[in-house]
């Protein structure tokens, strides 16, 4: 396991799924990312090779391998025009990677065709030399050379596509539209000729819609809406697939650098990770040698690049890391070394219940950039806090602030304990700040953020503008809510836990929200039954801040119930 860096900063999110294949003897990943470039990476050691800027905005459909070219498409404004979208060729050749470890750039020398075909979420598909391409508004279907690039025809379909993508199977073409119209199309050098068109229900605007391509296995087709999962073709499933017979990967080289496993950790205090040693030469070819753990020397690590310099709670020899009985969360890295052959592991230890953290024992720092004021990073091992949140002071106490500086960043889920936690209460004052104005002659709340719990893989959430107190699931699986008058830049308090009856699976979500400071109501403000409840799961925050009105997290415990 690793992590990659091949691009820059994002513009926007990417759906761009990796297409693998063989580049210069490496196994590689050819993606779309949300920096708005094509970029090449090794697959099995993360490191970049090539990187190709083509958009103002990220790049979210899937690339084609085809011959030595890479295929890509997107659908926001050009670098080089001021037009929209474009379908492009990339050939880049043997490309190495530059000393400084990062991706060699392409350039449009290395363009074998471009076309102004468009698609912002919407991958091309490949049938022989054809590609085929749908464009978002209005959908219209684009039947590309491959080789050339020369547009060979199109076909309009209907209003829309988002997200879902043409599916090639047995000759035809599946498209299933935005609105629920899945069409079969047959394409032809000639042209597409519409084979059928099926109407999917809990696929329209009020129960559902379209966003996922048709999966294809066995001679049946799969669809999925946002309602429902369909399936078509024969009562009885066809022969199983023939296996993908890949040409045998390059002989490997001599060892270059270790991957330990696992490459990440998640220990209890006093339980021990035993680490193995897996050789892999320059390329990230694996070596079939058996490595001696024992031999290794092994020391807790603090890379270069850490901007919090903390060690692990523990010991590590010959292979083994066992974590302190100190009920105490840290994190960090394992370095070993093996006749001069490096190779580094990470983990973390999270305490068990209960927890209590007011975030009066962090040191704040000055911050090197701008805005230059006092901040500290959150608790380390807590999963999916950094970036999104910061210990700093409001109104002469330090609490977790929800940051709000990037856009991408503005909804934290965060979980600070194991996944298989279950039966406990958790508590914590919340807060949001907020814009109150008169319209009217009356105040009415302009701006205001959400902040709220999770327990049990619920969100518990106070919900700003909408003045409500919210229990949900995934949305789509369980979302209720009670009204709840809350105002911006007052302190509340948010308790939440969730009951479990062993014999039925069923539960109940239960929250209230009341005034810091102000008596704790008997009564739970909002409880939701739900028929088939999560049984277990990190305690956690969350905070949305699509504005820029901060959260605010202080007085944070969880108890067993």
């Known amino acids: 396991m690793f992590a990659s860096w091949p691009g820059e900063r994002p513009k926007d999110s990417s759906f761009s799924t990796p297409q693998l294949g063989w580049y210069n003897n490496q196994r590689v990943y050819w993606s779309g990312g949300g920096d708005g470039a094509v ?8 490191d ?12 979210n459909g899937s690339v084609l391998a085809y011959k030595d070219m890479v295929i890509a498409v997107h659908g926001a404004e050009n670098l080089d025009t001021s037009t929209i979208g474009r379908m492009i060729a990339l050939r880049p050749g043997s490309v190495k990677a530059g000393p400084d470890g990062k991706a060699a750039p392409l350039t449009k020398a290395n363009e074998v065709w471009r076309q102004d075909v468009a698609g912002s979420s919407t991958s091309p598909v490949l049938g022989g030399n054809r590609i085929y391409q749908v464009t978002d508004m209005p959908a219209k279907l684009f039947c590309v050379n491959a080789d050339t690039g020369k547009t060979l025809w199109s076909q309009p379909l209907g209003i829309e596509i988002r997200q879902s993508s043409p599916s090639y199977g047995d000759g035809k073409l599946y498209i299933p539209l935005q609105e629920g119209n899945c069409f079969i199309v047959k394409p032809t050098d000639a042209g597409a000729e519409i084979l059928d068109k099926v109407k999917l229900e809990g696929a329209d605007s009020g129960t559902g819609i379209c966003q996922g391509s048709p999966g294809i296995y066995r001679g049946r087709i799969y669809i999925q809406t946002t309602q429902k999962l369909y399936c078509f073709g024969a009562a009885k499933p066809g022969p199983l ?9 390059p002989a490997a080289g001599p060892l270059a650098r270790f991957i330990v496993t696992p490459a990440e950790f998640l220990l209890r205090p006093e339980q021990t990770a035993r680490f193995k040693l897996n050789g892999i030469d320059a390329n990230g070819q694996a070596l079939t040698t058996d490595y001696d753990e024992k031999k290794a020397t092994w020391e807790k690590y603090i890379p270069p690049t850490a901007r919090v310099k903390t060690r ?14 100190a009920a105490t969360p840290s994190a960090g890295a394992i370095r070993t070394e093996l006749d001069g052959i490096a190779g580094v592991t990470r983990g973390r230890i999270l305490q068990g219940l209960p927890i209590n953290q007011n975030f009066d024992a962090f040191e704040l720092q000055p911050r090197e950039t701008e805005p230059k004021d006092m901040f500290a990073y959150p608790p380390l091992p807590w999963i999916g806090a950094r970036f999104k949140w910061e210990i700093k002071e409001k109104d002469g106490n330090k609490c977790l602030v929800k940051t709000i500086d990037d856009k991408f960043f503005q909804r934290a889920i965060t979980f600070m304990s194991h996944p298989d ?13 907020g814009l109150v104005r008169k319209v009217g002659g009356k105040e ?8 709220g719990l999770i327990n049990n893989r619920y969100i518990i959430s106070l919900k700003g503008p909408a003045q409500q107190l919210e229990v949900n699931s995934n949305l789509e699986r369980l979302q209720m809510s009670v009204p709840f008058t809350w105002s911006p830049n007052t302190w509340y308090t948010l308790k939440a836990r969730v009951d479990i009856d062993a014999a039925t699976g069923a539960g109940v979500v239960r929250g209230k929200a009341w005034k810091k400071g102000e008596p704790e109501p008997d009564k739970w403000t909002i409880e939701v039954p739900h028929k088939t409840a999560h049984k277990q799961g990190s305690p956690g925050l969350y905070g949305l801040s699509p504005t820029d009105m901060p959260v605010y997290v202080d007085n944070l415990t969880v108890v067993k119930n």
Do not use: H
């Open 48 to 59: 970049p090779i090539w990187r190709y800027p083509a958009s103002q905005g990220g790049l």
């Open 312 to 325: 692990l709670n523990g010991e590590v020899a010959e292979g083994t890391f066992k974590a302190d009985p």
């Open 444 to 451: 009415k709340i302009q701006k205001m953020s959400e902040v």
């Open 241 to 249: 697939p023939a296996a993908m017979l890949e040409a045998a990967p």
């Open 421 to 433: 936690t279950a039966n406990y209460t958790i508590q914590a004052d919340v807060m949001s700040d």
């Open 39 to 46: 970029y090449c990476a090794n697959a099995r050691t993360g």
